[in-house]
């Protein structure tokens, strides 16, 4: 069994920060790509920011520059430094990583809201 935990995420005002991190644990031989993604209410799930296990990220257009994705190995975790927060980034985020039991699979956290909101 495999989970992922989310923590990080609440209220912040227009321009504010928040540091999102994601846990993993359980039976793991290898964890490869780590990202968030997120979702708003009437909108599909859009990643906002991936990590390779060796350190390489890509970002969707609109974070970049705002938003710097880092993940830990040895600690098995992937955090989100979100500044310079917009209305437009209230979501739930979401953490997902590809996990290797045997196979690589993919496996989700629970989601963690964010609200920018003066």
């Known amino acids: 069994q495999v989970q992922l935990v989310e923590s990080g995420g609440g209220l912040v005002q227009p321009g504010g920060s928040l540091r999102l991190s994601c846990a993993a644990s359980?039976?793991?031989?290898?964890?490869?790509?780590m990202g968030w993604y997120r979702q708003a209410p009437g909108n599909q799930r859009e990643l906002v920011a991936s990590?390779?296990?060796?350190?390489?990220?890509k970002y969707l257009d609109s974070v970049k520059g705002r938003f710097t994705i880092s993940r830990d190995n040895a600690k098995k975790m992937v955090y989100l430094q979100m500044n310079s927060l917009k209305p437009e980034d209230t979501a739930v985020y979401y953490c997902?990583?590809?996990?290797?039991?045997?196979?690589?699979?993919?496996?989700w956290g629970q989601g963690t809201q964010v609200t920018v909101s003066s």
């Open positions: 990590i390779t296990s060796g350190g390489g990220t």
């Open positions: 997902k990583a590809e996990v290797y039991r045997g196979s690589w699979n993919n496996y």
């Open positions: 359980g039976s793991i031989f290898s964890i490869g790509a």
